[in-house]
């Protein structure tokens, strides 16, 4: 039996080494940076299918762009950039981000401290997944990745209110959708 150490690599040898087109390189920046990554997508598109193969496409132009890399911030965050527009492309295309829902106002606010005990990250994650498209993509560039409404609109080619109409929106359902998850998780005490 063969025993082999994998030598940790840093960001700066990476991109050397797929500037050289070295496949060791490539699949050290997949290996890196695609579960991060998918996990972007997938707070953009609701089908994992979709999001996997948007993943995969975003990597590959981040191959071909790597030359435009200024070392200026993070890698991560430059490969984040590409992933999201990647997505928004993705979403244009589709139309699909243009659906509305309309939401009527939240009868009381919910207690978020009790429901932070309460509901776990990947239930938060549950939620903003099932909003509609556009509130989805306007409440992750938003709230999420630190857009402004001025970046939004100008990414997503819609007018700044339509973005601060969508987040008002997001924020809206979301806050329904968490009520309705505390009266469940209260029953659910009442009932043991």
């Known amino acids: 039996m063969r025993l082999t150490i994998k030598k940790s690599i840093n960001d700066e040898e990476i ?7 070295k496949r060791e390189d490539q699949h050290a920046l997949y ?4 579960a991060k990554m998918l996990g972007v997508c997938c707070r953009y598109l609701k089908n994992p299918e979709e999001a996997e193969d948007l993943m995969i496409s975003s990597i590959m132009k981040v191959f ?10 993070s890698f991560e965050g430059w490969i984040r950039r590409i992933v999201i527009n990647e ?10 981000m243009y659906m509305a829902v309309d939401v009527e106002n939240a009868e009381r ?8 005990d309460r509901l776990v990250e990947e239930d938060m994650i549950n939620l903003i997944q099932g909003l509609p498209d556009g ?9 999420i990745e630190g857009y402004s409404h001025k970046e939004i609109a100008e ?3 819609i007018n700044i209110n339509t973005s601060k109409s969508q987040l008002s929106r997001a924020r809206a359902l979301l806050q329904l959708r968490l009520i309705e998850a505390e009266k469940i998780v209260d029953q659910k005490i009442v009932d043991q």
């Open 109 to 116: 606010e919910p207690d978020y401290k009790l429901l932070s």
């Open 31 to 34: 290996e890196k940076y695609s």
């Open 15 to 21: 991109i050397a080494g797929c500037l050289k087109s």
């Open 64 to 73: 071909e762009k790597l030359e435009q890399y200024k070392a200026e911030g």
């Open 87 to 96: 997505c928004l492309t993705h979403l244009r295309k589709n139309k699909s």
């Open 135 to 143: 509130y989805r993509t306007v409440f992750n560039l938003y709230a």
């Open 155 to 157: 990414n997503l080619g």
